[in-house]
């Protein structure tokens, strides 16, 4: 939707590349939220770079699923909710959009605090009052800017997740190590260490991006005098797949290269000191002061206001697609506000939720936890879901997957369907 590709630079120069990137980039950008980023700090500080392979090993599995889901909306010209209303069961559609919406505003108000707190760290203040601000701006853009400024916001905020990578760089960090450990897994049956792992699993594969990457190749489409539904115009597909699997790729390369960053930079410093108990990102941030120095503490904590104006978006935006296609609403960011009254005010009643969180008494540990939760009871049946539908002619016309993305995809589902399996178990130990 908001990646309009009009008249495009050639993508073999960084100018065309960075021009090219939309949905893919923007999606795997967003998966690095403050709340991702708690849980890539807490991996590092406790295990060290005992975690560091599940980012290597976690690439090919989130590329593809997010792939598939650009596909369904890029063949189909709808989101993933819209089809579920087309061609399965209303019960169905209502219970994972009703699971999506309450794991998004959980998730939503948990990033909005680690801003709060972030910005509390650098400057001192009130975290309440910085929530309430930092809602009410990406609520604002979101309404009200227009579709070419809002790209351009949104794509150049994905920059600050180099800011992890810097981090790294700044700190002493054994590299011969960090390379043995992503290329040949260290796997302990210790169930902290399964516990990480599971965290790690739900966080990088979870259903917004899912609902967020079709919605967005559907608007993209929709907006474009020029383009069709791929069902309707078979001939747009070689080249609209093959800038898919570019921007997905990427978008989700980047995504797990800043999360290792995260985990290299906390395991060097923080757990290298013993420090392993860090439960949200301000506090890895805080940890970091005292062991890194001044500036490594500030380009972390600025790392996740950045990541945070991304993902808040993203968050609320997702859930109102899913809403909005489920109960046939206009939806869409480049639609004025009184086109789609219903889709901007699920935007902002997510948004007022994700504040209320952060002002009533409510463990943000325990919201992220039941989040998780929720993500990974909604993301087996929806992937499961997915892959079915993508396999379908009734759907996808002459556009079913191709037999090697079917089947990482199915791999994909697999593996989420035993995190989610061990996250149980591991629960009730």
Known sequence: MLFGRRQRAHPSTWRGLFHLLGPGLITGASDDDP???????????QAGYGTAWVMLF??????????????IGRVTGQG?????????????????????????????????GAMGEAVHLLIGGPVGLYVVLFAALCTVLEIYASYERYVKILKWLTLSLFAYVATALIVKVPWGEVAYNTLIPQISLNTDYIVLIVAILGTTISPYLFFWQASEEAEDERIDPGAHPLSEAPGEARKE??????????????????????IITTAATLH???????????????????????FAYAVFALGILG???LAVPVLAGSGAYALAEAMNWNAGLDRLPQDAKRFYATIVAGTVVGIGVNFINIDPIKALFWSAVINGTVAV?????????TMQPKVMGGFTLPRPL??????????????????FVTWGS
């Not at 049946?381 to 539908?389: D, G, W, Y």
């Open 80 to 112: 993933i909710a819209a089809n579920l209303r087309d061609h399965y069961p209303a019960p169905l559609l209502y219970g994972i959009v009703a699971l999506l919406l309450a794991a998004n505003f959980i998730n939503l108000g948990a990033d909005l």
């Open 307 to 309: 990541t945070g104006l």
């Open 241 to 262: 797949f093959r800038r898919i699997e570019i921007d997905t790729y990427l978008g989700m390369g980047l995504s797990n290269v800043v999360a290792l960053f995260i």
């Open 406 to 423: 079917w089947a990482v995809g199915w791999l994909s589902t697999a593996v989420m369907a035993i995190t989610v399996v061990a996250m």
């Open 381 to 389: 049946p929806l992937m499961v879901v997915m892959m079915i539908m």
């Open 272 to 294: 290298a000191h013993g420090i392993t108990d860090i439960q949200t990102s301000a506090q890895a941030a805080q940890a970091l002061r005292p062991i890194a120095g001044d």
């Open 35 to 45: 709340s991702g980023i708690a849980t890539y700090s807490q991996a590092g500080a």
């Open 58 to 71: 976690t690439w090919p599995l989130m590329a593809a699923i997010q792939e598939i889901s650009a596909r």
